[in-house]
């Protein structure tokens, strides 16, 4: 059975699982925040990782780091970094 977890997202992409099942990683806008954020689908609780964009979000094995590409270039210049974030301060673990 399908229910709707989290409303008001425009253009979410790239979701992820945590390894421990508790978290989601994703890319979307909510209201006139855009970024990466985390949200737990058991208490509801929403973090905002990142305020820019990135590409094909991905949790480390210990779930403590999310990596993301963020497009740094131009559309005659492509160009990209990996980019690393610490989460683990805001997991509650």
């Known amino acids: 059975h399908a229910r709707s977890m989290l409303d008001g997202l425009v253009e979410p992409t790239d979701v992820a699982w945590s390894p ?3 978290w989601l990683a994703f890319n979307a806008r909510r209201g006139s925040y855009r970024g990466i954020w985390l949200f737990s ?7 905002q990782v990142s305020a820019t964009d990135g590409t094909w979000v991905s949790w480390s094995p210990d779930g403590r780091q999310l990596v993301t590409v963020h497009d740094t270039g131009s ?19």
Do not use: E, K, W
Request: hydrophobic share 30%.
């Open 20 to 22: 421990d099942g508790r």
């Open 75 to 93: 559309a005659s210049n492509p160009q990209a970094q990996l980019v690393i974030y610490d989460v683990s301060g805001l997991l509650g673990s």
């Open 41 to 47: 689908p058991t208490t509801g609780a929403r973090h």
